[in-house]
């Protein structure tokens, strides 16, 4: 199995915005942890990472992976542009947030994402990726 992880804007600032938010890895030493955990599960992992939205849809839209491990940052609180591509691609879609977007700011509250991705994990940092990979292999039904 391949999976993409796919990190959208500001996640190249891991490590240095608000650690006790995020925590103190980067975004290198995430997506470390997550290629030596997915190995661990035989699958391949595919990290890509893009402050740009349209970016991050062209990437949505070629991607030949079996899934995608999505965390799109601030744009999931109003990119209809993402949900959208989303919303048509035949790759199943795990959203995942570090923090839990539910009890912080008014704004987070809203995600348009939510209702086209086919599972959501929040709020466990780094161990909402590991959550969403053991998704993608069967873990979490």
Do not use: W
Not at 47 to 55: I, K, L, T, V, Y
Request: net charge negative.
């Amino acid at each position: 199995m391949k999976l993409l992880i796919l990190n959208g804007v500001n996640l190249n600032m891991l490590g240095k915005r608000n650690p006790e938010l995020y925590g103190s890895d980067t975004l290198s030493e995430l997506e470390n942890k997550l290629r030596s955990y997915a190995a661990t599960q035989n699958v391949e992992i595919y990290c890509r990472h893009s402050n740009s939205e349209g970016e991050l849809v062209d990437i949505l839209q070629q991607t030949s992976c079996d899934g995608v491990i999505f965390n799109a940052g601030a744009y999931s609180h109003y990119s209809y542009a993402l949900r959208d591509c989303i919303e048509c691609i035949d790759v199943p879609v795990a959203e995942v947030h570090m923090t839990d977007i539910m009890k912080r700011e008014a704004f987070r509250h809203v995600d348009v994402l939510a209702d086209v991705c086919a599972a959501r994990f929040v709020g466990k940092g780094i161990q909402s990726y590991i959550d969403a990979v053991d998704f993608f292999v069967g873990k979490h039904r």
